[in-house]
């Protein structure tokens, strides 16, 4: 461990000193692993150099960027590779570029680009990580224009297994930029990633309506009435009422369907877009109005905090039809934690007309379900577990096509299963020319070919 620390301009954390408690705590709080050492890097030079120790002394390694990941790989080896230094965010605003640093959050990013009126897509909760919602696709808000994160990612600074620092683009290695676009961690460290940028905001027309959970099937109906398009996107969850400001009280705690609309065209064209819902029947709140693009993004942040116990799933399917909303109803009246819930989006077209990457899931479903057990006391662990899994095998009852690899803990059938044959083989090949001793397998791993 000795030998660590003069190796690099980064903090070298052991279970011995100040600070590692919280260097090693994720999102997930059931993912209890105490690694032998976390190198808190400062560049890539000092990722060499870690890389360079665990190959001597014959340590697993594993990378944390935001330490969202509910599988909890960033803390699966023995040496993690830390980047939450690296938050660094640099705009061209004349070329509509970022150069965003590996450790950077969507906040960092969003706070950085707004200054200049741009944005890229990215996630849902602010202090989601760069680095592992990019590498495994990256869907948010603006994907219903732009498509997903890694839709936009133009380059890249990567560290490989081997030690050496390579800037990736799709002119220099094609293959390579190919798989960094959903095909996730496999394939080395990287410490930085260029964006391309496009003009947004300043301010959205967004927010909360919330109806009872026995109105689900109107208003599922009514968004399907919405126009859709390149300035509409939607999200629809089934869930407990929280106590926020615009939550009435008696409604607080009961189960709901909150659908969160967001319109990034006029203002003033809102109103007509939004009529279909606001019909399909009497809301119980009404929370909608003009916000800023910062504040759509972290919206929903107060309802995921760091610290909670966590098990997710994701599946893509073809249709929301009545059978799947009555197993979505049945899903918040029977979970035994009222911070769970389940969360029904779309795959616009935007994602499904971007070039082909190593992300696998753009073309067969047309919605996403995302089922998320949250829960406080680890003695509550079994029921909450039970509940995921329950929830998980009703939606797999209806046509499933895929899956989405970020929100889940998969393992390495259920990637291949996600890819399909041909876009795992293909992975499997830039695995082996740029990772052949499989050194970055925690991740929603790819063996080499």
């Known amino acids: 461990m000795t030998m660590m620390r003069p190796a690099v301009h980064g903090e070298v954390l052991t279970p011995r000193d100040p600070g590692y408690e919280d260097a090693r705590a994720l999102h997930n709080s059931m993912i209890e692993r105490r690694p032998a050492m976390l190198v808190r890097v400062s560049g890539a030079e000092d990722v060499v150099a870690a890389l360079e120790h665990a190959r001597r002394h014959g340590m697993q390694v594993s990378v944390r960027g935001g330490g969202h990941g509910v599988a909890g790989r960033a803390l699966g080896g023995d040496l993690v590779v830390d980047l939450s230094a690296l938050r660094g965010v640099t705009v061209d605003a004349r070329a509509r570029t970022a150069v965003v640093g590996g450790g950077a959050t969507w906040r960092d990013v969003d706070q950085a680009t707004q200054a200049h009126g741009l944005a890229v897509p990215g996630g849902r909760v602010s202090h989601t990580g760069v680095a592992g919602l990019t590498l495994g696709g990256g869907d948010g808000w603006l994907s219903t224009r732009h498509g997903l994160a890694c839709d936009n990612l133009v380059g890249a600074e990567m560290v490989t297994a081997g030690g050496r620092i390579v800037d990736v683009t799709g002119e220099d290695e094609p293959e390579l930029m190919w798989a960094l676009r959903g095909g996730g961690g496999n394939f080395g460290v990287v410490t930085s990633f260029t964006f391309r940028l496009h003009p947004v905001g300043p301010t959205v027309v967004s927010g909360m309506i919330g109806y009872r959970v026995a109105d689900a099937p109107a208003v599922m109906d009514a968004l399907a009435a919405v126009p859709s398009g390149p300035d509409f ?164 009852g209806h046509e499933v096509t895929g899956t989405y690899l970020n929100l889940e803990s998969p393992d390495e059938d259920r990637v291949r299963w996600a890819m399909g044959e041909e876009r795992y083989s293909r992975l499997q090949r830039v695995k082996a020319a740029w990772d052949p001793d499989d050194v970055f397998r925690h991740c929603a791993h790819v063996r080499p070919a």
């Not at 998320?372 to 998980?392: G, Q, S, Y």
């Open 233 to 396: 996107a939607w999200a629809a969850v089934f869930m407990t009422a929280p106590p926020a400001p615009f939550v009435p009280g008696n409604v607080v705690g009961r189960p709901i369907v909150a659908v969160v609309p967001v319109w990034f065209g006029p203002a003033e064209a809102a109103g007509d877009v939004l009529q279909p819902l606001r019909a399909a029947e009497a809301p119980l709140f009404d929370a909608v109005g003009p916000m800023p693009y910062t504040a759509l993004q972290s919206m929903l942040d107060e309802g995921a905090p760091p610290g909670r116990r966590n098990r997710w799933g994701a599946e893509y399917v073809r249709e929301v039809g009545p059978r799947l909303v009555a197993d979505l109803q049945e899903a918040v009246l029977s979970a035994p934690s009222p911070f769970s819930q389940v969360t029904v989006s779309t795959v616009t077209d935007a994602v499904r007309g971007a070039p082909d990457s190593a992300f696998p899931s753009r073309y067969g479903g047309q919605y996403l379900i995302h089922p998320m057990a949250i829960w406080i006391d680890p003695a509550a662990d079994l029921v909450n577990e039970t509940w995921a899994e329950k929830v998980t095998a009703a939606i797999r």
